[in-house]
Structures are given as C-alpha cells and as structure tokens.
Nanobody
Framework: QVQLVESGGGLQQAGGSLKLSCAASGRALSTTTMAWFRQAQGKEREFVARIYPSTLTYYADSVEGRFTISGDNAKNTVYLQMNSLKSEDTAVYYC????????????????WGQGTQVTVSS
C-alpha cells in the first residue's frame, strides 16, 4: 500500500511560481513511477508530468518548459516546480503512483493523493 500526501498549493498571480510536494510512504520512489495530474472544474483529469525511476521525466505539451518534476529518494518525496504560471493552470493537482508503468492516463495509476488546489489569477 502506498500513501501519498500533497502540499504546496495556493493562490499565485500569472507569471509567478509555485512548488508542489508529494510525500510518499509504503514504497521507495526509486522503484515507483510517480506522476502529477490535474483536474480543472468541469473538466477531466489530465496528465501533467511523470518521473521514473528517479530521473527519467516526461511532460504534457501544455507544461513543457514551464514545469519541472523531480524526486528526492532520501525524503521519498516528489516535487513539481511550476514556473510562468498561467490562468489555465488553475486546477486541483493530484500526485499518483504505480509500481510498474509509464502511463499518461489516470487509469494507469493505482495510488492517489487527496489533491491540492492551485489557483492562478490573471
């Protein structure tokens, strides 16, 4: 069983930055695919970024060059650094994990955090 706890969301102006954290327990990050998804009000949950096993990353086109996913194995924590924020980045951000896989869809992940709200004002 893997437990995920996100933190770091909040309100930020367009062009600003936020850093989200996802603390994992129950499995080492070095053997787990970790991802960030987001869900805006009235929309489907969408893929943001993925890291596996600890250094290989992949991003959605909409955040490529602005967001950076990284992991700290010692702290068993994954981060999402979000720069040059846009109003369209407003959403609830979820951390997700799966032991095996490189999916970019929610069905490919077994474990989920509770989500953290990110609001970007224009």
């Amino acid at each position: 069983q893997v437990q995920l706890v996100e933190s770091g969301g909040g309100l930020q102006q367009a062009g600003g930055s936020l850093k989200l954290s996802c603390a994992a327990s129950g499995r080492a990050l070095s053997t787990t695919t970790m991802a960030w998804f987001r869900q805006a009000q009235g929309k489907e949950r969408e893929f943001v970024a993925r890291i596996y096993p600890s250094t290989l990353t992949y991003y959605a086109d909409s955040v490529e060059g602005r967001f950076t996913i990284s992991g700290d194995n010692a702290k068993n924590t994954v981060y999402l650094q979000m720069n040059s924020l846009k109003s369209e980045d407003t959403a609830v951000y979820y951390c997700a994990a799966v032991q095996f896989g490189i999916a970019t869809v929610p069905a490919g992940y077994k474990y989920w955090g509770q989500g953290t709200q990110v609001t970007v004002s224009s």
